[in-house]
T-cell receptor, first 115, second 114 residues
Framework: LAKTTQPISMDSYEGQEVNITCSHN???????ITWYQQFPSQGPRFIIQ???TKVTNEVASLFIPADRKSSTLSLPRVSLSDTAVYYC????????????????FGKGTKLSVKP | EAGVVQSPRYKIIEKKQPVAFWCNPI?????LYWYLQNLGQGPELLIR????????DSQLPKDRFSAERLKGVDSTLKIQPAELGDSAVYLC????????????FGPGTRLTVL
C-alpha cells in the first residue's frame, strides 16, 4: 500500500479556503485516494474520494494531478467547526489488484481554525 | 438511520484484568472492522470481518486479543489479560460488502489500563 505524507498541522481563519496537500509518490494503478475527518472523541468520518482529476461534493473538493503522486483536499470558507484532524489514505479499496482493500491511516493533519 | 454503536464509551481497569468491547454495525453492513487508535496517531486496523469470517487478522495480537462476530452482525473484541500499553481508543467501523471505500465509524471505547 502506498505511503502518504501530509503536514502535521495547519492553521487558518474563519472564512478562508484551506488546502491540505498529501504526497503519495508510490501510488499504484488500482489505488484510490480517500480523505477522512476526525473530531476529538469521535471516530473518523468519510469526506471525499477520488481517482484522478477533480471531485467535488457538498463538503469539499479533491484535486488530483495527472501523475497522481499527490492530491489536495480543499475546504471552502472554513468555520470553527472544521477544526479537526484530516487523514489522507491511498489504497486499492476495491481489491481489484488482488489486495484486501484495507485502509492505512497515517498521523493526519491537525487543522486549527481561528476566529 | 442509526450509526455504529459501541459500548462502553469508557473503561478503566487494572492491568492483568480482562476487558471486552461491543460493537453493533449499521444495519445491512456485512463488513466490520476493529481499529486501535493511540493518542496523536491514526487508527490501526486490528481485524476485519466479512460477515462471520475474519478475513484479515494479521495485526491482531493473538496472545491476548480475541474477537468474534458469531451471527455476522454485532461483534465483541476482548483483551485478556490487559497490559498498560493497551490503553488506547478502540474503534469499530462497518461498510457495505465490497464498498470498503466508505467506512462508518463508531465513537470508540477509551480504555485506560492502570
Amino acid at each position: 500500500l502506498a505511503k502518504t505524507t501530509q503536514p502535521i498541522s495547519m492553521d487558518s481563519y474563519e472564512g478562508q479556503e484551506v488546502n491540505i496537500t498529501c504526497s503519495h509518490n508510490n501510488i499504484a494503478t488500482n489505488d484510490y485516494i480517500t480523505w477522512y475527518q476526525q473530531f476529538p472523541s469521535q471516530g473518523p468520518r468519510f469526506i471525499i474520494q477520488g481517482y484522478k482529476t477533480k471531485v467535488t461534493n457538498e463538503v469539499a473538493s479533491l484535486f488530483i494531478p495527472a501523475d497522481r503522486k499527490s492530491s489536495t483536499l480543499s475546504l471552502p470558507r472554513v468555520s470553527l467547526s472544521d477544526t479537526a484532524v484530516y487523514y489522507c489514505l491511498v489504497g486499492d479499496i476495491m481489491g481489484y489488484g488482488g489486495s484486501q482493500g484495507n485502509l492505512i491511516f497515517g498521523k493526519g493533519t491537525k487543522l486549527s481554525v481561528k476566529p | 438511520e442509526a450509526g455504529v454503536v459501541q459500548s462502553p464509551r469508557y473503561k478503566i481497569i487494572e492491568k492483568k484484568q480482562p476487558v471486552a468491547f461491543w460493537c453493533n454495525p449499521i444495519s445491512g453492513h456485512n463488513t466490520l472492522y476493529w481499529y486501535l487508535q493511540n493518542l496523536g496517531q491514526g487508527p490501526e486496523l486490528l481485524i476485519r470481518y466479512e460477515n462471520e469470517e475474519a478475513v484479515d487478522d494479521s495485526q491482531l495480537p493473538k496472545d491476548r486479543f480475541s474477537a468474534e462476530r458469531l451471527k455476522g452482525v454485532d461483534s465483541t473484541l476482548k483483551i485478556q489479560p490487559a497490559e498498560l500499553g493497551d490503553s488506547a481508543v478502540y474503534l469499530c467501523a462497518s461498510s457495505l460488502e465490497r464498498d470498503t471505500d466508505t467506512q462508518y465509524f463508531g465513537p470508540g471505547t477509551r480504555l485506560t489500563v492502570l
